[in-house]
Protein backbone atom coordinates (compact mmCIF):
# COMPACT_ATOMS: atom_id res chain seq x y z
CA UNK A 1 0.00 0.00 0.00
CA UNK A 2 1.32 3.39 -1.14
CA UNK A 3 2.14 5.66 1.85
CA UNK A 4 1.10 8.72 -0.51
CA UNK A 5 -2.07 7.10 -0.92
CA UNK A 6 -1.95 7.22 3.13
CA UNK A 7 -1.19 10.66 3.38
CA UNK A 8 -3.94 12.47 1.28
CA UNK A 9 -6.86 11.91 3.77
CA UNK A 10 -4.45 11.95 7.20
CA UNK A 11 -3.06 15.67 6.09
CA UNK A 12 -0.36 15.06 7.00
CA UNK A 13 1.58 18.65 7.36
CA UNK A 14 4.37 17.07 8.66
CA UNK A 15 5.28 17.17 5.29
CA UNK A 16 6.55 20.56 6.06
CA UNK A 17 9.34 18.32 8.01
CA UNK A 18 9.93 16.53 5.16
CA UNK A 19 11.69 19.18 2.48
CA UNK A 20 10.45 22.74 2.83
CA UNK A 21 10.88 24.56 -0.74
CA UNK A 22 11.02 28.16 1.05
CA UNK A 23 14.15 27.02 3.12
CA UNK A 24 15.87 25.36 0.34
CA UNK A 25 16.74 22.23 2.68
CA UNK A 26 16.85 19.20 1.00
CA UNK A 27 15.26 16.45 3.47
CA UNK A 28 17.52 13.47 4.36
CA UNK A 29 16.06 10.08 3.14
CA UNK A 30 16.09 7.06 5.66
CA UNK A 31 18.64 5.20 3.35
CA UNK A 32 21.10 8.25 3.84
CA UNK A 33 20.64 7.95 7.44
CA UNK A 34 21.77 4.24 7.29
CA UNK A 35 24.39 4.99 5.43
CA UNK A 36 26.17 7.53 7.36
CA UNK A 37 25.57 5.25 10.18
CA UNK A 38 26.69 2.57 8.57
CA UNK A 39 30.36 3.94 8.17
CA UNK A 40 30.54 6.07 11.84
CA UNK A 41 28.64 4.71 14.38
CA UNK A 42 30.73 3.50 17.07
CA UNK A 43 29.38 0.54 17.96
CA UNK A 44 30.48 -1.27 14.26
CA UNK A 45 33.29 0.58 14.73
CA UNK A 46 34.15 -1.56 17.80
CA UNK A 47 32.77 -4.75 16.05
CA UNK A 48 34.79 -4.22 13.93
CA UNK A 49 37.90 -4.16 15.85
CA UNK A 50 36.56 -6.50 17.76
CA UNK A 51 36.76 -9.26 14.99
CA UNK A 52 40.11 -8.27 13.85
CA UNK A 53 41.18 -9.02 17.22
CA UNK A 54 39.37 -12.30 16.82
CA UNK A 55 41.19 -13.14 13.61
CA UNK A 56 44.30 -13.11 15.51
CA UNK A 57 43.41 -16.12 16.96
CA UNK A 58 43.84 -18.53 13.64
CA UNK A 59 47.53 -17.40 13.33
CA UNK A 60 48.33 -18.02 17.11
CA UNK A 61 47.03 -21.42 16.78
CA UNK A 62 48.75 -21.55 13.41
CA UNK A 63 52.14 -20.86 15.37
CA UNK A 64 52.04 -24.99 16.58
CA UNK A 65 53.00 -25.94 13.39
CA UNK A 66 56.22 -23.64 13.36
CA UNK A 67 59.44 -23.92 14.97
CA UNK A 68 60.52 -22.25 18.09
CA UNK A 69 64.01 -20.31 17.63
CA UNK A 70 65.82 -18.94 20.43
CA UNK A 71 69.32 -17.53 21.49
CA UNK A 72 70.91 -18.29 24.90
CA UNK A 73 73.69 -15.82 26.04
CA UNK A 74 75.51 -16.85 29.55
CA UNK A 75 78.59 -15.48 30.83
CA UNK A 76 79.86 -17.31 33.97
CA UNK A 77 82.27 -16.16 36.62
CA UNK A 78 84.16 -19.00 38.45
CA UNK A 79 86.50 -19.61 41.18
CA UNK A 80 88.02 -23.09 41.34
CA UNK A 81 90.10 -24.26 43.89
CA UNK A 82 90.96 -28.18 43.88
CA UNK A 83 93.83 -30.27 45.72
CA UNK A 84 95.60 -30.09 42.41
CA UNK A 85 95.30 -26.74 40.75
CA UNK A 86 93.26 -23.51 41.51
CA UNK A 87 91.20 -21.66 38.44
CA UNK A 88 90.41 -18.30 38.31
CA UNK A 89 87.95 -16.26 35.32
CA UNK A 90 85.11 -16.08 33.45
CA UNK A 91 83.46 -18.26 30.50
CA UNK A 92 80.76 -16.40 27.86
CA UNK A 93 78.85 -18.82 25.92
CA UNK A 94 75.97 -18.64 23.28
CA UNK A 95 73.64 -21.51 21.83
CA UNK A 96 71.30 -21.09 19.12
CA UNK A 97 68.14 -23.46 19.72
CA UNK A 98 65.68 -24.89 17.35
CA UNK A 99 62.60 -26.82 18.33
CA UNK A 100 59.83 -28.31 15.69
CA UNK A 101 56.89 -29.97 16.96
CA UNK A 102 56.70 -33.19 14.55
CA UNK A 103 53.34 -34.75 16.19
CA UNK A 104 51.33 -32.69 19.07
CA UNK A 105 48.49 -35.56 19.38
CA UNK A 106 46.41 -33.66 16.61
CA UNK A 107 46.28 -30.69 19.34
CA UNK A 108 47.55 -28.05 16.99
CA UNK A 109 45.16 -29.14 14.18
CA UNK A 110 42.25 -29.21 16.64
CA UNK A 111 43.32 -25.60 17.81
CA UNK A 112 43.27 -24.10 14.22
CA UNK A 113 39.86 -25.74 13.43
CA UNK A 114 38.22 -24.23 16.97
CA UNK A 115 39.74 -20.56 15.56
CA UNK A 116 38.79 -20.94 12.72
CA UNK A 117 34.92 -21.47 13.85
CA UNK A 118 35.35 -18.71 16.56
CA UNK A 119 36.47 -16.17 13.31
CA UNK A 120 33.18 -17.34 11.93
CA UNK A 121 31.09 -17.00 14.39
CA UNK A 122 32.48 -13.36 15.23
CA UNK A 123 31.44 -12.85 11.62
CA UNK A 124 28.25 -13.26 12.03
CA UNK A 125 28.13 -11.52 15.56
CA UNK A 126 28.77 -8.71 13.29
CA UNK A 127 26.35 -9.14 11.39
CA UNK A 128 23.91 -9.46 14.02
CA UNK A 129 25.49 -6.03 15.30
CA UNK A 130 25.09 -4.64 12.18
CA UNK A 131 21.15 -5.66 12.22
CA UNK A 132 20.80 -3.82 15.80
CA UNK A 133 22.20 -0.86 14.66
CA UNK A 134 20.60 -0.36 11.58
CA UNK A 135 17.22 -1.10 13.02
CA UNK A 136 18.28 1.49 15.67
CA UNK A 137 18.16 4.04 12.49
CA UNK A 138 15.39 3.18 11.57
CA UNK A 139 13.33 3.47 14.52
CA UNK A 140 15.20 6.97 15.92
CA UNK A 141 14.40 8.09 12.32
CA UNK A 142 10.33 7.19 12.52
CA UNK A 143 9.88 8.32 15.83
CA UNK A 144 11.42 11.47 15.10
CA UNK A 145 9.47 11.96 11.78
CA UNK A 146 6.16 10.47 13.33
CA UNK A 147 6.30 12.91 16.76
CA UNK A 148 7.07 15.84 14.51
CA UNK A 149 4.14 14.59 12.48
CA UNK A 150 2.14 14.63 15.95
CA UNK A 151 3.11 17.68 17.44
CA UNK A 152 2.12 19.52 13.58
CA UNK A 153 -1.32 17.97 14.06
CA UNK A 154 -1.78 19.25 17.71
CA UNK A 155 -0.73 22.30 17.09
CA UNK A 156 -2.58 22.34 14.11
CA UNK A 157 -5.80 21.78 16.15
CA UNK A 158 -4.53 23.92 18.75
CA UNK A 159 -4.96 26.55 16.74
CA UNK A 160 -8.19 24.95 15.57
CA UNK A 161 -9.81 24.92 19.03
CA UNK A 162 -8.49 28.48 19.20
CA UNK A 163 -11.00 29.40 17.13
CA UNK A 164 -13.72 27.70 17.86
CA UNK A 165 -12.65 29.39 21.71
CA UNK A 166 -13.04 32.77 20.44
CA UNK A 167 -16.49 32.17 18.17
CA UNK A 168 -18.10 31.09 21.25
CA UNK A 169 -17.04 34.23 23.37
CA UNK A 170 -18.17 36.35 20.95
CA UNK A 171 -21.21 34.33 20.44
CA UNK A 172 -21.42 34.70 24.50
CA UNK A 173 -21.28 38.12 24.36
CA UNK A 174 -24.40 38.15 22.04
CA UNK A 175 -26.25 35.65 24.14
CA UNK A 176 -26.27 32.80 21.78
CA UNK A 177 -24.68 30.53 24.18
CA UNK A 178 -24.29 29.87 27.99
CA UNK A 179 -21.03 30.49 29.94
CA UNK A 180 -20.78 26.46 30.14
CA UNK A 181 -20.05 26.67 26.70
CA UNK A 182 -17.02 28.75 27.02
CA UNK A 183 -16.12 26.61 29.63
CA UNK A 184 -16.15 23.46 27.67
CA UNK A 185 -14.20 25.18 24.61
CA UNK A 186 -11.25 26.60 27.41
CA UNK A 187 -11.31 23.09 28.94
CA UNK A 188 -10.48 21.60 25.11
CA UNK A 189 -8.24 24.48 24.47
CA UNK A 190 -6.19 23.61 27.91
CA UNK A 191 -6.23 19.58 26.52
CA UNK A 192 -4.41 20.87 23.26
CA UNK A 193 -1.96 22.74 25.09
CA UNK A 194 -1.16 19.63 27.12
CA UNK A 195 -1.12 17.85 23.90
CA UNK A 196 1.06 19.83 22.57
CA UNK A 197 3.59 19.94 25.49
CA UNK A 198 3.41 16.28 25.89
CA UNK A 199 4.28 15.99 21.48
CA UNK A 200 6.99 18.10 22.24
CA UNK A 201 8.34 16.11 25.12
CA UNK A 202 7.92 12.91 22.80
CA UNK A 203 10.02 15.03 20.08
CA UNK A 204 12.49 15.34 22.33
CA UNK A 205 12.93 11.69 23.03
CA UNK A 206 12.83 10.64 19.52
CA UNK A 207 15.43 13.49 18.52
CA UNK A 208 17.98 12.19 21.48
CA UNK A 209 17.67 8.76 20.07
CA UNK A 210 18.60 9.80 16.45
CA UNK A 211 21.48 11.66 17.68
CA UNK A 212 22.95 9.06 19.95
CA UNK A 213 22.39 6.16 16.59
CA UNK A 214 23.30 8.10 13.98
CA UNK A 215 25.61 10.59 15.26
CA UNK A 216 24.18 14.40 15.08
CA UNK A 217 20.78 15.98 15.08
CA UNK A 218 18.27 15.32 12.60
CA UNK A 219 17.10 17.73 9.91
CA UNK A 220 14.58 17.80 7.91
CA UNK A 221 13.92 14.30 7.36
CA UNK A 222 11.68 12.64 4.08
CA UNK A 223 9.07 10.36 4.44
CA UNK A 224 9.85 7.17 5.48
CA UNK A 225 8.74 3.92 2.89
CA UNK A 226 7.68 0.78 4.12
CA UNK A 227 9.95 -2.39 2.93
CA UNK A 228 8.76 -3.81 -0.36
CA UNK A 229 11.22 -6.70 -0.75
CA UNK A 230 9.94 -8.82 2.17
CA UNK A 231 8.55 -12.50 2.39
CA UNK A 232 5.09 -13.07 1.15
CA UNK A 233 4.30 -15.59 3.90
CA UNK A 234 5.08 -16.07 7.02
CA UNK A 235 6.20 -19.59 5.99
CA UNK A 236 8.47 -18.77 3.72
CA UNK A 237 9.82 -15.88 6.34
CA UNK A 238 10.70 -18.80 9.13
CA UNK A 239 12.84 -20.63 6.11
CA UNK A 240 15.01 -17.84 5.65
CA UNK A 241 15.65 -16.95 9.19
CA UNK A 242 17.39 -20.11 9.30
CA UNK A 243 20.05 -18.01 8.07
CA UNK A 244 19.49 -15.51 10.76
CA UNK A 245 22.81 -14.47 12.04
CA UNK A 246 22.52 -15.50 15.77
CA UNK A 247 21.85 -19.08 14.43
CA UNK A 248 24.94 -19.18 12.35
CA UNK A 249 26.76 -18.05 15.21
CA UNK A 250 25.58 -20.45 17.60
CA UNK A 251 26.41 -23.34 14.44
CA UNK A 252 29.60 -21.92 14.71
CA UNK A 253 30.03 -21.74 18.16
CA UNK A 254 28.91 -25.61 18.77
CA UNK A 255 31.23 -26.67 16.24
CA UNK A 256 34.13 -24.49 18.26
CA UNK A 257 32.91 -26.37 21.22
CA UNK A 258 33.58 -30.13 19.39
CA UNK A 259 37.47 -29.13 18.21
CA UNK A 260 38.22 -27.80 22.02
CA UNK A 261 37.15 -31.37 22.75
CA UNK A 262 40.02 -32.68 20.81
CA UNK A 263 42.37 -29.99 21.59
CA UNK A 264 42.21 -30.81 25.28
CA UNK A 265 42.41 -34.57 24.67
CA UNK A 266 45.66 -34.16 22.55
CA UNK A 267 47.19 -33.32 25.85
CA UNK A 268 46.28 -37.10 26.85
CA UNK A 269 48.88 -38.62 24.21
CA UNK A 270 52.19 -38.64 23.23
CA UNK A 271 54.28 -35.41 21.24
CA UNK A 272 57.37 -35.35 19.49
CA UNK A 273 59.79 -32.70 18.46
CA UNK A 274 62.76 -32.05 16.78
CA UNK A 275 65.11 -30.37 18.52
CA UNK A 276 68.67 -28.89 16.97
CA UNK A 277 71.41 -26.57 19.20
CA UNK A 278 74.16 -24.85 17.83
CA UNK A 279 76.50 -23.57 20.99
CA UNK A 280 79.86 -21.88 21.11
CA UNK A 281 81.84 -20.86 24.37
CA UNK A 282 84.89 -19.42 25.77
CA UNK A 283 87.23 -20.71 28.08
CA UNK A 284 84.58 -23.33 29.03
CA UNK A 285 86.60 -25.07 31.34
CA UNK A 286 90.36 -24.93 32.47
CA UNK A 287 92.90 -25.46 29.85
CA UNK A 288 90.22 -25.10 26.91
CA UNK A 289 89.60 -21.54 25.24
CA UNK A 290 87.05 -22.37 22.96
CA UNK A 291 84.15 -25.05 22.23
CA UNK A 292 81.86 -25.47 19.24
CA UNK A 293 78.75 -27.79 19.79
CA UNK A 294 76.09 -28.61 17.22
CA UNK A 295 73.71 -31.43 18.17
CA UNK A 296 70.34 -32.52 16.15
CA UNK A 297 67.66 -35.01 18.77
CA UNK A 298 64.29 -36.18 18.80
CA UNK A 299 62.45 -35.51 22.06
CA UNK A 300 59.54 -37.65 22.68
CA UNK A 301 57.04 -37.01 25.37
CA UNK A 302 54.69 -39.17 26.86
CA UNK A 303 52.22 -37.94 29.51
CA UNK A 304 51.52 -40.68 32.28
CA UNK A 305 49.55 -38.07 34.53
CA UNK A 306 49.47 -34.40 35.58
CA UNK A 307 47.58 -34.29 38.61
CA UNK A 308 43.93 -34.65 36.89
CA UNK A 309 43.88 -31.44 35.15
CA UNK A 310 43.88 -32.57 31.53
CA UNK A 311 41.28 -35.07 32.37
CA UNK A 312 39.32 -32.23 33.91
CA UNK A 313 39.68 -30.02 30.92
CA UNK A 314 38.04 -32.68 28.73
CA UNK A 315 35.41 -32.77 30.97
CA UNK A 316 34.89 -29.09 30.92
CA UNK A 317 34.95 -29.17 26.93
CA UNK A 318 32.03 -31.62 26.82
CA UNK A 319 29.99 -29.71 29.36
CA UNK A 320 30.48 -26.68 27.20
CA UNK A 321 29.48 -28.25 24.17
CA UNK A 322 26.45 -29.08 25.91
CA UNK A 323 26.12 -25.73 26.65
CA UNK A 324 26.56 -24.31 23.34
CA UNK A 325 24.13 -27.12 21.64
CA UNK A 326 21.50 -25.91 24.30
CA UNK A 327 22.12 -21.96 23.42
CA UNK A 328 21.86 -22.80 19.51
CA UNK A 329 18.32 -24.32 20.23
CA UNK A 330 17.35 -21.16 22.48
CA UNK A 331 18.59 -19.13 19.40
CA UNK A 332 16.55 -21.42 16.81
CA UNK A 333 13.60 -20.92 19.01
CA UNK A 334 13.78 -16.47 19.92
CA UNK A 335 14.23 -16.42 15.82
CA UNK A 336 11.28 -18.02 15.19
CA UNK A 337 9.55 -15.86 17.67
CA UNK A 338 10.87 -12.83 16.28
CA UNK A 339 10.35 -13.60 13.03
CA UNK A 340 6.27 -14.28 14.28
CA UNK A 341 6.14 -10.98 16.04
CA UNK A 342 7.26 -9.27 13.54
CA UNK A 343 4.81 -10.58 10.59
CA UNK A 344 1.89 -10.71 13.14
CA UNK A 345 2.72 -6.76 14.30
CA UNK A 346 3.36 -5.78 10.51
CA UNK A 347 -0.14 -7.15 9.48
CA UNK A 348 -1.86 -5.69 12.51
CA UNK A 349 -0.24 -2.23 11.46
CA UNK A 350 -1.40 -2.46 7.67
CA UNK A 351 -5.24 -3.59 8.73
CA UNK A 352 -4.70 -0.55 11.44
CA UNK A 353 -4.03 2.01 8.60
CA UNK A 354 -7.09 0.83 6.43
CA UNK A 355 -9.40 1.11 9.31
CA UNK A 356 -7.81 4.51 10.50
CA UNK A 357 -7.45 5.73 7.21
CA UNK A 358 -11.30 5.19 6.79
CA UNK A 359 -11.94 6.93 10.44
CA UNK A 360 -10.05 10.08 9.36
CA UNK A 361 -12.18 10.54 6.08
CA UNK A 362 -15.55 9.59 8.28
CA UNK A 363 -14.18 11.74 11.28
CA UNK A 364 -13.86 15.14 8.91
CA UNK A 365 -16.95 14.84 6.68
CA UNK A 366 -18.77 14.40 10.16
CA UNK A 367 -17.21 17.52 11.70
CA UNK A 368 -17.70 19.54 8.20
CA UNK A 369 -21.66 18.66 9.24
CA UNK A 370 -21.45 19.37 12.95
CA UNK A 371 -19.88 22.93 11.79
CA UNK A 372 -22.68 23.70 9.61
CA UNK A 373 -25.61 22.02 11.74
CA UNK A 374 -23.88 24.09 14.78
CA UNK A 375 -23.99 27.21 12.81
CA UNK A 376 -27.75 26.77 12.62
CA UNK A 377 -27.91 26.22 15.97
CA UNK A 378 -28.90 22.08 15.63
CA UNK A 379 -25.78 21.45 17.24
CA UNK A 380 -23.85 22.45 20.90
CA UNK A 381 -20.36 23.82 21.14
CA UNK A 382 -19.21 20.61 22.68
CA UNK A 383 -20.52 18.66 19.30
CA UNK A 384 -18.45 20.49 17.46
CA UNK A 385 -15.59 20.26 20.11
CA UNK A 386 -16.13 16.52 19.94
CA UNK A 387 -16.35 16.35 16.33
CA UNK A 388 -12.38 17.98 16.37
CA UNK A 389 -10.97 15.78 18.98
CA UNK A 390 -11.98 12.73 17.14
CA UNK A 391 -10.27 14.06 13.89
CA UNK A 392 -7.16 15.03 15.64
CA UNK A 393 -7.22 11.55 17.44
CA UNK A 394 -7.60 10.08 14.36
CA UNK A 395 -5.30 11.53 12.58
CA UNK A 396 -2.41 10.93 15.14
CA UNK A 397 -3.48 7.20 15.64
CA UNK A 398 -2.96 6.95 12.03
CA UNK A 399 0.62 8.61 11.98
CA UNK A 400 1.59 6.39 14.43
CA UNK A 401 0.01 3.39 12.30
CA UNK A 402 2.40 4.27 9.92
CA UNK A 403 5.30 4.16 11.69
CA UNK A 404 4.61 1.54 13.13
CA UNK A 405 4.07 -0.19 9.44
CA UNK A 406 7.53 0.85 8.64
CA UNK A 407 9.33 -0.43 11.58
CA UNK A 408 7.63 -3.87 11.96
CA UNK A 409 8.37 -4.24 7.85
CA UNK A 410 12.21 -3.86 8.74
CA UNK A 411 12.41 -5.93 11.87
CA UNK A 412 10.87 -8.63 9.84
CA UNK A 413 13.52 -7.77 7.58
CA UNK A 414 16.26 -8.32 10.51
CA UNK A 415 14.09 -11.37 11.64
CA UNK A 416 15.08 -13.34 8.35
CA UNK A 417 18.69 -12.03 8.50
CA UNK A 418 18.42 -9.31 5.62
CA UNK A 419 18.34 -6.18 7.46
CA UNK A 420 22.59 -5.46 6.20
CA UNK A 421 23.88 -2.83 3.37
CA UNK A 422 23.89 -5.57 0.89
CA UNK A 423 20.15 -6.60 1.81
CA UNK A 424 18.73 -2.84 1.85
CA UNK A 425 21.05 -2.30 -1.37
CA UNK A 426 22.41 0.98 0.35
CA UNK A 427 25.38 3.46 -1.27
CA UNK A 428 27.71 2.16 0.92
CA UNK A 429 30.70 0.26 0.38
CA UNK A 430 30.03 -3.10 2.67
CA UNK A 431 32.90 -3.77 5.67
CA UNK A 432 35.16 -6.39 3.90
CA UNK A 433 35.20 -8.88 7.34
CA UNK A 434 38.14 -11.30 5.49
CA UNK A 435 40.45 -8.34 4.50
CA UNK A 436 42.12 -8.41 7.48
CA UNK A 437 41.84 -12.36 8.01
CA UNK A 438 43.58 -12.74 4.76
CA UNK A 439 46.74 -10.13 5.48
CA UNK A 440 47.45 -11.51 8.76
CA UNK A 441 46.19 -15.62 8.31
CA UNK A 442 49.86 -16.39 7.60
CA UNK A 443 52.25 -13.88 8.68
CA UNK A 444 55.47 -14.37 10.05
CA UNK A 445 56.60 -11.48 11.39
CA UNK A 446 55.59 -7.67 12.39
CA UNK A 447 53.17 -6.41 14.96
CA UNK A 448 51.50 -3.47 12.91
Known sequence: ??????????????????????????????????????????????????????????????SGYRPTITVDNEVLSRDVETDRTEYDGSTASTALNLRQSIYSGGGTTANVAAAEETVRAQRAILVSLEQDVLLDVVDAYTSTWRDRSVLELAQTNRGRIARQLEATRDRFRVGDVART??????????????????????????????RDVVGEKPGALDEPK??????STVDAAHELARS?????????????SRYRIDAAGANLLPSLDLTGQLAYADDPSAGVSWQKRAA?????????????????????????????????ETSVRSVQRFVSAAWDRLAAARAA????ESQVRANRIALNGVQEEASVGQRTVLDVLDAEQELFQSQTDLVRAVSIEVIASYELKSSVGQLTVAGLALNVVP???????????????GTD
Open 226 to 231: VLEALP
Open 353 to 356: IVAI
Open 1 to 62: MSRRTLMWSAVFVALLFAGRGGDGVRAETLDEALERTYRENPRLVAGRAQLRAVDETVPQAL
Open 431 to 445: FDPRSYYDQQRNRLF
Open 244 to 256: NPLVLASEYLVRN
Open 296 to 328: VGLQLNVPLYQGGRVYSEVRQSRQTLKQRQSEL
Open 181 to 210: DVAQAEARLARAESDIEQARADLSASEAFY
